[in-house]
């Protein structure tokens, strides 16, 4: 059983900045990707910002050149590293991790979400 642990939500004005982390836990073979996405009132979960092992980062374009995800493959944590943070960018941010079992089977795993506000 993975288990995803997210910190590092809260609220903050306009322009300001918050650093999201989650670390993984349990018994598993690998990890291949980790990432982020958010789900604001109303509407669909979406990607934020992911990382697959050995390729470059993935972000949603509404973040771009704002947001920098970055992994420690060796304590199995992602983090998202959030500036100049806009009222768009208040929601749920969950974690997300897909995992290889004991098993060689592939699961996605997700954090139980952290809530960022971001004041106008």
């Known amino acids: 059983q993975v288990q995803l642990v997210e910190s590092g939500g809260g609220l903050v004005q306009a322009g300001g900045s918050l650093r999201l982390s989650c670390a993984a836990s349990?018994?598993?073979?690998?990890?291949?990707?980790m990432g982020w996405y958010r789900q604001a009132p109303g509407e669909q979960r979406e990607l934020v910002a992911t990382?697959?092992?050995?390729?470059?980062?993935n972000y949603a374009d509404s973040v771009k050149g704002r947001f920098t995800i970055s992994r420690d493959n060796a304590k199995n944590t992602v983090s998202l590293q959030m500036n100049s943070l806009k009222p768009e960018d208040t929601a749920v941010y969950y974690c997300?991790?897909?995992?290889?079992?004991?098993?060689?089977?592939?699961?996605?795993?997700w954090g139980q979400g952290t809530q960022v506000t971001v004041s106008s």
């Open positions: 997300n991790a897909v995992v290889t079992n004991t098993q060689l089977r592939d699961f996605v795993h």
């Open positions: 349990g018994t598993f073979f690998r990890i291949n990707a």
């Open positions: 990382l697959l092992s050995g390729r470059p980062a």
